[in-house]
């Protein structure tokens, strides 16, 4: 078992639509045979970025 934090936040108005979120999860035990393995503390951050022009038209960026 280990710590996680997430967080998300979005905004959608008039055709634009943004997304960012961010992950994080704290050292833990992988393995608990003779030589203990540890997975190191990481974390993820990632966005999404859209603009609707019509109904036919769109763009998008993702990071």
């Given at each position: 078992m280990s710590d996680t934090a997430n967080f998300v936040a979005f905004y959608d108005k008039d055709g634009l639509q943004v997304r960012i979120a961010y992950n994080w999860r704290d050292k833990?035990?992988?393995?608990?045979?003779?030589?203990?393995?540890?997975?190191?503390?990481?974390?993820?951050?990632?966005?999404?970025?859209?603009?609707?022009?019509?109904?036919?038209?769109?763009?998008?960026?993702?990071?």
């Open positions: 833990y035990l992988q393995s608990a045979a003779r030589d203990p393995r540890f997975v190191e503390e990481y974390f993820q951050l990632d966005a999404n970025i859209s603009y609707q022009v019509n109904d036919n038209l769109s763009f998008l960026s993702k990071a």
